[in-house]
């Protein structure tokens, strides 16, 4: 798979999960919809990580780690209320990022080998 179908895939996934936790929430938070707005900001890197722009990759993976990082708290804190549901779907959304950042990593390596051997 290319780098930016997973980038867009996590996006996706971060943009349904979140809502569909703020929505189906009986006492919905704000903060809840960090994960949708993230998702919609890497749906707008996408263009320019299928363009092959290298700052956009950067901003997309940077983001990506901030928010796999963010979701420790919401998961530790859905994990000792016992919700089920929601650790879930922030695990869900913990892999998802994680998996997209494995994918531009090898992406960053490969071109960094591509651009080795013409030197």
Do not use: C
């Amino acid at each position: 798979m290319k780098v930016y179908f997973v980038s867009m895939l996590n996006a996706l996934v971060l943009i349904v999960i979140g809502l569909w936790g703020y929505l189906g929430s009986q006492t919905p938070s704000p903060t809840a919809l960090i994960p949708v707005f993230a998702g919609i900001l890497l749906l707008s890197f996408v263009r320019g990580v299928k363009a092959g722009n290298r700052v956009i990759a950067h901003l997309a993976v940077l983001l990506t780690f901030g928010l796999v990082i963010a979701l420790i708290k919401p998961l530790t804190g859905s994990i000792g209320r016992g919700d089920s549901g929601a650790v879930v779907r922030v695990a869900v959304m913990m892999v998802s990022g994680i998996v997209s950042m494995v994918y531009f990593i090898r992406s960053f390596i490969a071109v960094r080998k591509a651009r080795t051997k013409t030197e």
